[in-house]
């Protein structure tokens, strides 16, 4: 069965950078389209972070626009999230979403 797991979360100070990385069990570039979807400590919500689709297609929410980066690693099997100038605001349990599949998350909280 096709699996996801991210890895890469931690706890980092505000300005800090931190790389996440979603794995597949098999080549992940057969989904169309990748999501990092950051789900919020407190209330639960869900919010698109960053999406990388197979037709070269990216797209962010506005939060992020400028610091994070999506992209697929060279050999075909994950999806990396590269975060930089982190603000408390990026706190949250981060998800890897392809198709149906999603990860179990992976924390990262940024400190003031």
């Known amino acids: 069965q096709f699996r996801l797991v991210e890895s890469g979360g931690g706890r980092v100070q505000a300005g800090g950078s931190l790389r996440l990385s979603c794995a597949g069990s098999?080549?992940?570039?057969?989904?169309?389209?990748i999501a990092w979807v950051r789900q919020d400590f407190l209330t639960n919500g869900r919010d698109l972070v960053a999406?990388?689709?197979?037709?070269?297609?990216?797209d962010y929410a506005d939060s992020v626009k400028g610091r994070f980066t999506i992209f697929r690693d060279g050999a075909k099997t994950a999806v990396v999230l590269e975060m930089t100038n982190l603000k408390p605001e990026d706190t949250g349990t981060y998800y890897c979403?392809?198709?149906?599949?999603w990860g179990d998350g992976t924390e990262v909280i940024v400190a003031s």
């Open positions: 979403n392809a198709g149906a599949y």
């Open positions: 999406s990388a689709s197979s037709d070269g297609r990216k």
């Open positions: 098999a080549e992940i570039g057969t989904f169309s389209k």
